[in-house]
């Protein structure tokens, strides 16, 4: 009975290990891609060097720095419970093995001490057979020392197959020791270095407040500029929707407007689009969003918003714009200021992606999904600053990028 209670609760113990040491492994991998983010961020930062001025640019950076190491500290944190638990779990089965080895090893003994028994009675184990006084008693006495001998050998292979199992969770209870310190050192190390990002972002902030003027004009600028880029977007994109609208005007949309007129193909596309959202793969190959969409506050100037249209994401200066999505290339054109642009269309969904330096399409390409489609503008005046704007549209009615972007 001890020993079905034993098989039942190391059963139950390692499925729990199993389950924690899933949920470690994922938790691992959250902390890699946050490492690979730092990374990138630092990457960047570094870019920044060349000018000790204090800039936006710079604060966006390192608030974005201390955003992913939070991030990678509560993670971390996450993981040395899993990993706490995992190691309850290795030491629960290991001691539940370790009752179940006790036990058959009193029963080994008890069968090695049965057996001495028997011969110190004098009774050899072909004597024993020998005496049976018919041969049906003869055939019995041979399978019983066969089957005694057999268990025997069984209880030997069990006591050995235990042994090594112990061992095997010895072995993972060490490897476990390991992993949390040194996941614990990585956790002291993040604190130190997020302690560092937080005293540079405080005395950027005090710098850049003495500035207000400056940023204020600065803003306002910024805002003219980026509101030329949008209207100028919204006048060819309502210009492409005009051109393809049904003839017949009976043909409304839910909203009330006429509907854009789409080939089976452009319908099946938009369908697929529609059916991707959160798992669009990001318009540049690493980065993270500088400019959320929407009203937003300045990130130094008090009672001053920011309304982006789109989003902003800022990248290394090595990385290109690529398309999100299969489509074709319906328009390429510059605003003074915004450098370059380009509209990809997919169906009655459409991508933008502007301040390009150059673009590798044309009007009339079909593009396929990550496929290049220009170079980021680098601000040589602004820290290197490499930034893409980036927005998506349904219709004529403009979308949270954010919410179509796989995370």
């Given at each position: 009975m001890k020993r079905i209670i034993y098989s039942l609760l190391l059963f139950l113990m390692i499925g729990n290990f199993q389950s924690f040491s899933q949920s470690v492994k994922e938790l691992e991998k959250q902390r890699k891609a946050t490492l690979q983010q730092l990374e990138t961020t630092g990457k960047m930062l570094n870019e920044t060097k060349r000018n000790e001025k204090a800039t936006l640019n710079k604060l966006t950076i390192i608030n974005r720095n201390i955003s992913e190491r939070k991030r990678l500290i509560n993670t971390i944190g996450n993981e040395i419970d899993a990993i706490n638990l995992s190691m309850d779990s290795l030491e629960n089965a290991k001691q539940t093995l370790e009752g179940e080895l006790a036990l058959l090893k009193a029963d080994y003994a008890r069968l090695v001490e049965e057996s001495h028994y028997s011969l110190n009675k004098g009774y050899s184990q072909l004597l024993f057979i020998l005496s049976a006084d018919t041969f049906d008693r003869m055939y019995r006495r041979l399978r019983y020392l066969q089957e005694f001998a057999s268990y025997r050998r069984m209880q030997a292979e069990q006591i050995e197959a235990l042994q090594k199992e112990i061992a095997s969770q010895n072995e993972a209870l060490a490897e476990s020791r390991n992993s949390k310190q040194e996941i614990l050192q990585l956790r002291e190390r993040e604190h130190d270095k997020l302690s560092g990002d937080q005293r540079k972002q405080r005395q950027m902030l005090n710098t850049l407040k003495k500035k207000e003027k400056e940023l204020l004009a600065q803003q306002k600028k910024q805002q003219k500029k980026a509101d030329e880029l949008n209207s100028r977007i919204e006048r060819l994109i309502a210009e492409e929707i005009k051109k393809s609208e049904t003839k017949n005007s009976s043909k409304k949309s839910t909203s009330g407007r006429p509907e854009e007129r789409m080939t089976k193909e452009e319908?099946?596309?938009?369908?697929?689009?529609?059916?991707?959202?959160?798992?669009?793969?990001?318009?540049?190959?690493?980065?993270?969003?500088?400019?959320?969409?929407?009203?937003?506050?300045?990130?130094?100037?008090?009672?001053?918003?920011?309304?982006?249209?789109?989003?902003?994401?800022?990248?290394?200066?090595?990385?290109?714009?690529?398309?999100?999505?299969?489509?074709?290339?319906?328009q390429r054109f510059s605003v003074p200021g915004s450098n370059n642009a380009v509209i990809i269309k997919h169906g009655n969904y459409r991508t933008v992606y502007a301040n390009l330096t150059e673009i590798y399409v044309k009007e009339g390409d079909k593009v396929s999904p990550k496929q290049r489609i220009g170079k980021i503008y680098v601000d040589s005046d602004n820290d290197n600053k490499t930034e893409l704007y980036f927005q998506i549209w349904k219709d004529k009615s403009l979308e949270n990028p954010s919410l179509w972007l796989a995370r």
């Open positions: 319908t099946l596309i938009a369908g697929n689009f529609e059916k991707n959202k959160g798992r669009l793969p990001w318009p540049v190959e690493k980065g993270f969003v500088s400019g959320k969409y929407g009203v937003q506050p300045h990130p130094v100037l008090e009672h001053v918003t920011i309304n982006n249209k789109g989003i902003y994401i800022q990248t290394t200066s090595s990385c290109e714009a690529r398309s999100v999505f299969e489509g074709v290339v319906t």
